[in-house]
């Protein structure tokens, strides 16, 4: 807790980003953990240039008090291969939940999947767990 008078400890907005890659290409595609590390990042930076007027992804980034870029959540995830993650985004797509598809050019491929931060709605969770989704270790 702050002192009194003193800057106060920033408000958490509850809200979190979900990162998806495909393990497959660190499995079966080789790719060293930088290149992965670089997709996960491309994938959320774009999520937050095209929905950065979501009210969502304002309040991620700003909180409730103004300092909520000094706290957010992101949590990375994994489905197996590239039906998994465009499996997720078509389901996606039919639902109000927004969310950006990396495509890596030159090479077409699709390599991650931002959602705009959220508290995890149902639909969410149910999407996430038929495409086996997990936590990535």
């Not at 497959?24 to 007027?53: R, S």
């Not at 969502?56 to 980034?61: G, P």
Request: aromatic share 6%; proline share 8%; charged share 20%.
């Amino acid at each position: 807790m702050a002192a009194a008078g003193g800057p106060s400890a920033p408000r958490p907005s509850g809200l979190v980003m979900q990162i998806i890659l495909r393990r497959d290409l660190a499995t079966e595609f080789g790719w060293p953990v930088g290149p992965l590390m670089a997709q996960a990042a491309h994938a959320a930076t774009a999520c937050q240039h095209v929905y950065a007027a979501h009210p969502d992804m304002q309040l991620y980034l700003a909180g409730e008090d103004g300092k909520g870029w000094r706290h957010m959540r992101k949590v990375v995830m994994e489905v197996p291969d590239e039906a998994a993650l465009r499996g997720i985004a078509a389901k996606l797509n039919a639902t109000s939940i927004k969310h950006h598809l990396w495509i890596e050019e030159p090479e077409s491929i699709p390599t991650a999947l931002a959602l705009v931060p959220n508290k995890r709605p149902k639909a969410l969770k149910k999407i996430l767990d038929e495409a086996g989704a997990d936590l990535w270790r």
